[in-house]
């Protein structure tokens, strides 16, 4: 897999988890333990995408 593509799928993974925490705020009763872990793997994902496209300037 190109770094591009490696790009791609984590962008989509990033924005997958971005509406899932949406989704999850707007419950009446919020899981904010399970926000704070889809937060967290968000975080993760932004800061490997961050380094790959750092690798390709």
Known sequence: ???EARIRELG???RTLDET???E???P???TLQ????KQRK???K???TSLEARTL
């Open 43 to 45: 975080l993760r994902l």
């Open 35 to 38: 926000v704070r872990e889809l």
């Open 47 to 49: 800061e490997e995408i």
């Open 25 to 27: 705020m707007t419950r």
């Open 21 to 23: 925490i949406q989704k």
């Open 12 to 14: 989509n993974r990033h």
């Open 29 to 31: 009763s919020v899981d």
């Open 1 to 3: 897999m190109t770094i």
